[in-house]
């Protein structure tokens, strides 16, 4: 079992930032990539951002490249989402996800390739 435990959202006035925090516990000898995804109201889930497991590779959704960017802390257990440039669009739960399969490159957009889910935090940007 892995634990995953989101932190850091809140409310932000559009334009703003936030960085949101992915705390792993449990098989961390296990090497898993690390996704993003978030769900706002009446939608679906979609994915934003994925790290591996050295952190050197990493793939954004077209919504948010150039203003989110996630990384890997150091040990690699806590994954973090730094999020500049804020849009009333970005409101949702954000959760944080681990793969334990390799590294898929554009496959890491899909939610069912991670076994584990944290239980979300949620990030609001006002206008």
């Known amino acids: 079992q892995v634990q995953l435990v989101e932190s850091g959202g809140g409310l932000v006035q559009a334009g703003g930032s936030l960085r949101l925090s992915c705390a792993t516990s449990g098989r961390t000898f296990i090497r898993y990539a690390m996704g993003w995804f978030r769900q706002a109201p009446g939608k679906e889930r979609e994915f934003v951002a994925a790290?591996?497991?050295?952190?050197?590779?990493?793939y954004y959704a077209d919504s948010v490249t150039g203003r989110f960017t996630i990384s890997r802390g150091n040990p690699r257990n806590t994954v973090y989402l730094q999020m500049n440039r804020l849009k009333p669009d970005d409101t949702a739960v954000y959760y944080c996800a681990a793969d334990l399969d390799q590294w898929g490159g554009t496959a890491q957009a899909m939610g069912a390739r991670y076994e584990y889910w944290g239980q979300g935090t949620q990030v609001t940007v006002s206008s």
């Open positions: 790290i591996s497991w050295s952190g050197g590779t990493t």
